[in-house]
Structure formats: C-alpha cells, structure tokens
Nanobody, 120 residues
Framework: VQLQASGGGLVQPGGSLRLSCAAS????????MGWYRQAPGKQRELVAS???????NYADSVKDRFTISRDNAKNTVYLQMNSLQPEDTAVYYC???????????????WGQGTQVTVSS
C-alpha cells in the first residue's frame, strides 16, 4: 500500500492550493483519512481529517479556510486551502487507516509529504 501526495508549491499570501493524496495497493477498505503538517522546528500537527462517512475535523487555525474531502471510489483525499498565510508554510503529509487484503485490521500509513510555501 502506498499514499502518493501531490499539489504543493509556492503561493503568495491570500492564495490557494489544492492537495491530493491517492492510496493504492491491495486495499479492501479505507477508514479515516487526514492531512498533517510539520513546520521547521515544530511538531507534526493535525490539519484536518475525514471519516469514511464524511465526518469532519479541523484544526482551529484552518477552520473556514481549508476544506477536506474524499473520493471513496478513487481512495483519494483532498485538501483545498484558501486564504493561505505564511504561517501555513510546512511540509504537508497525508495519512490513512487502511484495511488491506491479508491483514485482519486497519493499518496506519503516511504519504511522502509535499512542501507548501506561502511567501511574497
């Protein structure tokens, strides 16, 4: 199983980016999917998560600016980021709980990380 993230880049303050993360492999079911971020010198923190039934959870710092969504048919999670600010600069990681063939429980997986830089 792999999580492949994409969509990071450099954007000016007030701009927008959309991150995508697709899970692939011998997947039977995908549970909670989420995005975390880690800025230099800081701990990794939860940005947003979404359950299989689309229950949502957001960090207070991104509420009303970021929107998480998923496409269950594609095993993909998205993060639409609007009104980006310099403090949003970080490496963004996707995360997912995956029930795969040959394993009788959910296993947690991380994507490789994608850099988001907000700067003028």
């Amino acid at each position: 199983v792999q999580l492949q993230a994409s969509g990071g880049g450099l954007v000016q303050p007030g701009g927008s980016l959309r991150l995508s993360c697709a899970a692939s492999g011998s997947i039977l079911r995908v549970g909670v999917m989420g995005w975390y971020r880690q800025a230099p010198g800081k701990q990794r923190e939860l940005v947003a998560s979404i359950t299989g039934s689309s229950g949502l959870n957001y960090a207070d710092s991104v509420k009303d600016r970021f929107t998480i969504s998923r496409d269950n048919a594609k095993n993909t999670v998205y993060l639409q980021m609007n009104s980006l600010q310099p403090e949003d600069t970080a490496v963004y990681y996707c995360n997912a709980n995956i029930f795969r063939s040959g394993v009788g429980y959910f296993v947690n997986y991380w994507g490789q990380g994608t850099q988001v830089t907000v700067s003028s």
